[in-house]
């Protein structure tokens, strides 16, 4: 990540991207599961059988979106030509003095959402887990050492009063909410691009634990240097009585799941979920 980043700085946006297309070459020819799992994806995205030059587009855009993390991180956006859906809806959450729950997914720039904080003053901070809040956080500290404490490790004996403080602040928290882990509570079975998937139940669960408003999000990369920020309204956690929060809580998943397939049929190159997503 040093390395990227000093080329990528020092070099240019332009220049640099060169390196990506033989390490997105190589990705399609050494390694056999993540081919796979986007020949996969694509089949299903795109209505017809993937072709190998189709999984070459996939990781290079998969490549673009790491790259350009190093010019979203260092506060260049002017960089991009950026479009923005949705912003009037966050603005009302932020005059309410409401904090927002952003419902991302590997799809496209989850960065991308520090323009909208940027141009409207709002604080986001992203949840993980351990091992991915580590190693972000290593991340970070390689290309912008003042936002390490932008991250908040989920599964720790705090994680929720802190989100619960954030919130209460009229900040706002990011997660990645379209992959489970062992261990870390249930799963629903979704209709997904044509067969059930499983989705975990945390972060709905989590917002309806601290009655919060949800937003989804996705920074879609078009290719270029254009980027269509989308948010849309999932959920709101307020006023909803203990007994039918479960009843929410499956509403709110099912309207995520149905926002992001349609991305996904949109624009089928930003899904980065390398692996069999599919497989019960």
């Known amino acids: 990540m040093r390395l990227m980043r000093w080329l990528s700085l020092n070099l240019g946006r332009r220049v640099s991207r060169w390196v990506l297309y033989p390490i997105a070459a190589y990705f399609v020819l050494f390694a056999p599961a993540a081919k796979r799992a986007s020949k996969q994806y694509l089949t299903r995205a795109l209505g017809r059988e993937a072709r190998i030059k189709d999984g070459f587009r996939h990781v290079m855009s998969f490549a673009s979106v790491v790259?350009?993390?190093?010019?979203?991180?260092?506060?260049?956006?002017?960089?991009?030509?950026?479009?923005?859906?949705?912003?009037?809806?966050?603005?009302?959450?932020?005059?309410a003095g409401r904090g927002v729950i952003f419902m991302g997914a590997h799809f496209g720039s989850f960065e991308a959402l520090?323009?909208?904080?940027?141009?409207?003053?709002?604080?986001?901070?992203?949840?993980?887990?351990?091992?991915?809040?580590?190693?972000?956080?290593?991340?970070?500290?390689?290309?912008?050492?003042?936002?390490?404490?932008?991250?908040?490790?989920?599964g720790r004996s705090d994680s929720i009063l802190r989100v619960r403080d954030q919130l209460a602040e009229g900040g706002c928290v990011g997660i990645l909410a379209d992959r489970s882990v062992a261990g870390e509570g249930g799963t629903t079975s979704l209709d997904f691009l044509g067969s059930p998937a499983e989705f975990p139940e945390g972060p709905f669960r989590l917002a309806a634990l601290l009655r919060a408003p949800v937003v989804f999000m996705a920074g879609v990369y078009l290719g270029g240097n254009r980027y269509h920020l989308f948010f849309a309204p999932v959920a709101d956690f307020q006023d909803v009585p203990p007994a039918e929060r479960n009843a929410a809580i499956r509403n709110a998943q099912a309207r995520y799941v149905q926002l992001l397939q349609e991305k996904c049929l949109e624009a089928?190159?930003?899904?980065f979920n390398f692996y069999d997503f599919w497989k019960p």
């Open 268 to 271: 089928p190159w930003n899904w």
């Open 114 to 154: 520090r323009v909208l904080g940027q141009r409207n003053g709002l604080n986001v901070r992203m949840l993980m887990y351990p091992d991915n809040a580590r190693m972000v956080t290593q991340t970070l500290a390689a290309i912008n050492p003042a936002l390490t404490d932008s991250v908040i490790a989920l």
């Open 67 to 95: 790259h350009d993390r190093v010019y979203w991180l260092s506060d260049q956006h002017e960089l991009f030509d950026i479009r923005i859906t949705g912003e009037a809806m966050v603005q009302a959450y932020q005059a």
